[in-house]
């Protein structure tokens, strides 16, 4: 068997694993959507069968062998890396949590366009891979470059009638050039499955998902900002009532806690119970999360579980005393250090991102219950 013929079947055993897992709930079935339910977020590392997916188009099949990466635009020295050059570079690893912009859509009222995920549009691994940054000296960046060009091999048309298009976002030169900024090609120690992006895809540690293109073949040096579609007509910011504003490409993760235990709807005995969850944002470290246990008139501080790592969200726990029975409403919210903190309602806009309000989970206390 061929390093190819290896690595295409890890990657096709690893998706059929992950198609056959009925713990992953199926948003869509083709192209394939589907998150990670909320109280099988036990670590802070997900299972790569567990991990949340998110795809615009059919994922494509590609192997190492034939698989290149074009460098071109605004470089001194345009070239083709193969996934053997790729390998050959120093590599980093690094655990990052990715989330998709559209988390938390269902919650939109009114309700916007786009797949209605719940809360678990959202996972976390370590990532293996090159750094951007190497890859890009090595093609010598021109004087004037200001973006960096993404483009997946995954194709389709958002019309009718409009031919197909690969999926393409930018980044700024800074965040490009960032040590942390990977070509990734592992992930949890094994290589990517076709559903995440094999052979290589983008990671951009603290921004939003849609930024870590998958199925990655072409990068380009560009002098001017990206107009593509998923730069200024998807993944922007669009409030109506702001109509003479120019939409706002998507950036670092809002800050947000979730509640993986106990399950909303769970009936429980009266007494001692652990509240557990996961907090996270893109634009700083946590800096505390607050539970609160009678519909959000009085928060407590919740216990921080894990060292703080720069990139990956921190577990949480809660010890909640239930005495009186009948309906209890639980809440969390999360603030980072630069000062944010989780909304009680979520920011409405056009195209339903960025939903990062305390989320609320009901459950009812029976004395007897065991």
Not at 67 to 80: A, H, I, K, N, T
Not at 131 to 156: C, M, N, Q, S, T
Not at 210 to 229: D, H, M, N, Q
Request: with cysteine.
């Amino acid at each position: 068997m061929t390093s190819s013929d290896k690595d295409q079947h890890a990657s096709t055993a690893a998706i059929a694993a992950a198609r056959e897992q009925p713990e992953l709930l199926v948003v869509r079935e083709e192209p394939r959507n589907a998150e990670t339910p909320l109280a099988e977020q036990v670590g802070t590392i997900t299972p790569n069968r567990l991990f949340y997916i998110r795809s615009h188009y059919t994922a494509p099949r590609l192997n190492t062998e034939e698989w290149r990466l074009r460098v071109e635009g605004e470089v001194r020295r345009p070239r083709q890396f193969t996934f053997a050059d790729l390998l050959a570079l120093p590599s980093r690893s690094l655990i990052v949590t990715t989330e998709c912009a559209g988390n938390g859509r269902f919650a939109m009222s009114p309700k916007t366009a786009g797949e209605q995920w719940q809360y678990g549009a959202v996972s976390t691994a370590e990532w293996t891979g090159a750094p951007l940054h190497l890859v890009l000296a090595r093609a010598g960046l021109g004087d004037r470059v200001k973006e960096i060009l993404f483009e997946g091999a995954d194709r389709g048309a958002e019309g009718k009638s409009e031919p197909a298009t690969a999926f393409e976002r930018s980044l700024p030169l800074a965040t490009a050039l960032h040590p942390d900024t990977l070509l990734a090609y592992r992930m949890n120690g094994e290589p990517l499955s076709a559903d995440h992006g094999f052979p290589v895809r983008l990671i951009v540690p603290g921004w939003y998902g849609v930024a870590s293109v998958k199925w990655l073949t072409r990068i380009e040096a560009l002098t001017k900002p990206f107009s593509g579609y998923y730069q200024t007509e998807r993944y922007v910011m669009v409030h109506p009532e702001r109509d003479d504003a120019r939409p706002t490409p998507l950036t670092a993760a809002r800050v947000r806690s979730v509640i993986t235990s106990p399950k909303p709807d769970a009936v429980l005995p009266s007494g001692s119970h652990l509240v557990r969850g996961m907090a996270w944002s893109g634009a700083a470290p946590i800096a505390r999360v607050e539970v609160s246990t009678d519909g959000g008139a009085i928060w407590k501080p919740a216990e921080r579980l894990d060292e703080p790592m720069p990139y990956a969200w921190r577990r949480w726990q809660f010890t909640w005393e239930a005495g009186t029975p009948g309906q209890a409403t639980l809440r969390s919210r999360a603030v980072d250090e630069a000062g944010n903190t989780q909304p009680t309602q979520p920011e409405w806009n056009y195209l339903g991102y960025g939903n990062n309000a305390v989320q609320i989970v009901e459950v009812t206390i029976r004395h007897g219950v065991s």
